[in-house]
Every structure is written in structure tokens, then in C-alpha cells.
């Protein structure tokens, strides 16, 4: 089995909304395959539900948490550094419902572009 792609957050946000929506979708690809390889019995559409509905309820810290324990413990195929990068990677390009829909990666690209 192919390791997933380390995911790679750039320093720069395209305010491109073709772009962001390719990265989303990378994105979304990396966690379904961390989320195979792992033995995860998650879903990306439940970590899309979570940030959506929760996003403004909870921390990113709190979010890493929750997100970590959905990877068996067991599992030692994906590495630690893999993990947190494809989950922090979902949090800033999944939609938040207390960001009027959008993600942290397009309000950043928003601010970048004034």
C-alpha cells in the first residue's frame, strides 16, 4: 500500500477560488486515504460535518484532538506528522458554518488580497 502524500499547507493562500477548491479537494483525496490506510472506520464527510457544525464551538487544538482519536492506535502505518498535517489541513479548507460557509484558507486570502 502507497503512503498518502504528506500535505502541504502553502505559505501564500491563492485567492484563486478555482485553486482553493482544487486544494479542497486534495485535501479531501489525502484524508480519505489516510482514513483507508489507517483502518479509520471515519468518514471525510463526518470530519466535513464536524468542522462545518462545530467549528465555532471548539478550538483547532480540541478539533486535533477529536480528529486523532478517529485513527486506531493500533495502526502504526501512518506516522504522526502525516496525520496532523492532512487534519489541520481539513480544518483550514473544509467550510465553517461560523465563517458564512467559507474556510480559514479563503477569509486568509481574502485578507491577503485588501
Not at 489516510?34 to 460535518?49: D, H, P
Not at 473544509?94 to 486568509?108: Q, S, V
Amino acid at each position: 500500500m502507497t503512503k498518502p502524500k504528506r500535505a502541504r499547507t502553502p505559505t501564500k493562500v491563492s485567492a484563486d477560488p478555482q485553486e482553493l477548491i482544487t486544494r479542497r479537494a486534495e485535501v479531501e483525496a489525502h484524508l480519505a486515504a489516510l482514513l483507508k490506510q489507517s483502518g479509520s472506520g471515519a468518514t471525510v464527510e463526518q470530519f466535513k460535518k464536524l468542522i462545518y457544525d462545530k467549528g465555532s464551538v471548539i478550538s483547532l487544538g480540541e478539533f486535533v484532538s477529536v480528529a486523532f482519536r478517529q485513527f486506531p492506535t493500533r495502526r502504526r502505518d501512518v506516522d504522526v506528522g502525516t496525520r496532523l498535517a492532512v487534519i489541520t489541513d481539513a480544518w483550514n479548507y473544509f467550510p465553517h458554518r461560523a465563517r458564512r460557509g467559507k474556510c480559514p484558507a479563503e477569509l486568509i486570502a481574502e485578507l491577503q488580497n485588501k
